[in-house]
């Protein structure tokens, strides 16, 4: 769970785990919108808020923009306790362009798969994976499912798939995309638990590096609907620093929402 801001102006979201880490980008993003209230005639700083008529200045430094900023924010309140999935009604898809080996991933990891009762999870990398599910969630899903190109997945993890609700499903390392989509229809033909499906797919970046980015494109398409029959909410991972902004532009209008990292905080626009 997490507190969320939404912009009064426009349409941008964004979480964070608490106020203090939200203070500065809520702030930075409002004093967008009010650029006009801010005056600088080169000697003088000054601002008006334009909810309240408060006015400040200084005449050296940036003082007066901090204090404007925090002046904004002091009009702001967060909602506590939010899913980032109640922004698409709890089940949908988001798209979550951040590097995909660094804290924020993590953190979108474990946040998504805590609301999954079936979980599966197409990965490269299944070991880091099971150890961040053991590690940071409560206890683990009614059933998960790993579908991987790695050969010993469970190598290096000291996880006994005899002693958790674990199954492993081998795919090709290379895979040709419509045997990709044919293991993934069975596996969600079959599904293992009640409750919600929750999907992680980390490996679009190694099939963006493979296929022609329409062709991706087109998997995608198919492989969402189907998602959306199953209710499922899913979760798919692309970096931002292997991948051209054109490109990630392309991809993101196939998903209900696309989420970026700044530092501790995720931010959104949601896709039209
Ligand atoms: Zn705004
Ligand atoms: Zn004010």
């Not at 809520?26 to 601002?47: E, I, Y």
């Not at 492989?223 to 054109?246: G, I, K, T, V, W």
Request: aromatic share 6%; with cysteine.
């Amino acid at each position: 769970m997490v507190s969320r801001w939404q912009c009064r102006h426009c349409s941008f979201t964004l979480w964070a785990a608490n106020s203090d880490a939200a203070a500065d980008p809520v702030a930075t993003h409002l004093l967008q919108h009010a650029a006009s209230n801010l005056t600088n005639d080169g000697v003088r700083t000054a601002w008006r808020c334009p909810y309240c008529d408060t006015q400040g200045q200084t005449y050296a430094g940036d003082g007066a923009v901090e204090a404007f900023k925090s002046h904004l924010f002091e009009h702001e309140t967060l909602e506590t306790g939010v899913h980032m999935a109640d922004a698409i009604g709890r089940t949908g898809s988001a798209l979550l362009i951040v590097p995909t080996d660094g804290a924020a991933a993590a953190n979108a990891r474990t946040h998504f798969l805590s609301r999954g009762d079936d979980v599966l999870i197409v990965t490269a990398s299944p070991a880091a994976r099971l150890r961040l599910l053991d590690e940071t969630l409560d206890s683990w899903p009614t059933s998960t499912r790993i579908l991987t190109t790695a050969a010993d997945p469970l190598a290096s993890t000291g996880i006994d798939p005899a002693a958790v609700p674990l199954e492993i499903v081998t795919i090709d390392r290379r895979p040709d995309l419509s045997g990709l989509g044919e293991t993934l229809a069975s596996t969600l033909s079959s599904r293992r638990a009640d409750g919600t499906l929750v999907v992680e797919f980390d490996i679009l970046s190694e099939l963006l590096a493979t296929f022609e980015l329409q062709t991706v494109f087109r998997f995608l398409h198919l492989l969402l609907s189907r998602l959306d029959q199953e209710d499922a909410l899913s979760q798919f991972y692309l970096d931002p620093r292997r991948h051209q902004r054109a490109s990630i532009n392309v991809l993101e209008k196939a998903f209900d929402l696309s989420i970026r990292s700044k530092g501790t905080v995720f931010t959104a626009e949601p896709n039209d």
